[in-house]
T-cell receptor
């Protein structure tokens, strides 16, 4: 079993749709959690950190369930510019181990 | 922009050759991590350097080695290149210390092609 797994995708959604991405991790000692986005042939960029209480940044909401070892990202009112690959990241050993999921590709269609 | 720079941008080598990739970390950061990203996959952790020492290593053979310098910049060296080493190599810098959340910020990457 992979350390971090994500929805296989791709997700093709119309503009304005709400889309949710799911991520599960296997290491119960995981300490920090992030969502990154990666545009085609570019580097990953930090989208948001994920806190135990859940957090929101504009149209983006991240949730963490430590008991189920599950992280989610919700995008509301999706825009064409949201088209990218979304990478779930889990860290442990105080940041020494930074494990990426395989990513889920999102295409927002006009 | 993150302030993390990498060089070169692109590189073409042949099997058996050696390559050195370079990374300058963001100002204020003391930790550099290296990743290999094959097409269509997530980045795979190679190793991390903190205070000029290797601070963690992923599942990569010893022919992948690195250095960190006093100014926190870093090099990734790969010996005896194989065709499967063709990938995007990403460097990420972060701050490791009390209270840090360890967010990593990535450079634009070096695309290595091995022929």
């Amino acid at each position: 079993r992979k350390e971090v797994e994500q929805d296989p995708g791709p997700f093709n959604v119309p503009e304005g749709a709400t889309v949710a991405f799911n991520c599960t991790y296997s290491n119960s000692a995981s300490q920090s959690f992030f969502w990154y986005r990666q545009d085609c042939r570019k580097e990953p960029k930090l989208l948001m950190s994920v806190y135990s209480s859940g957090n929101e940044d504009g149209r983006f909401t991240a949730q963490l369930n430590r008991a189920s070892q599950y992280i989610s990202l919700l995008i509301r009112d999706s825009k064409l510019s949201d088209s990218a690959t979304y990478l779930c990241v889990v860290t442990y050993n105080y940041g020494q181990n930074f494990v990426f999921g395989p990513g889920t590709r999102l295409s927002v269609l006009p | 922009e993150t302030g993390v720079t990498q060089s070169p941008t692109h590189l073409i080598k042949t099997r058996g050759q050696q390559v050195t990739l370079r990374c300058s970390s963001q100002s204020g950061h003391n930790t550099v991590s290296w990743y290999q990203q094959a097409l269509g996959q997530g980045p795979q952790f190679i190793f991390q350097y903190y205070r000029e020492e290797e601070n963690g290593r992923g599942n990569f053979p010893p022919r992948f080695s690195g250095l960190q310098f006093p100014n926190y910049s870093s090099e990734l060296n790969v010996n005896a290149l194989e065709l499967d080493d063709s990938a995007l190599y990403l460097c990420a810098s972060s701050y490791s210390g009390t209270g840090s959340f360890n967010e990593q910020f990535f450079g634009p990457g070096t695309r290595l092609t091995v022929l």
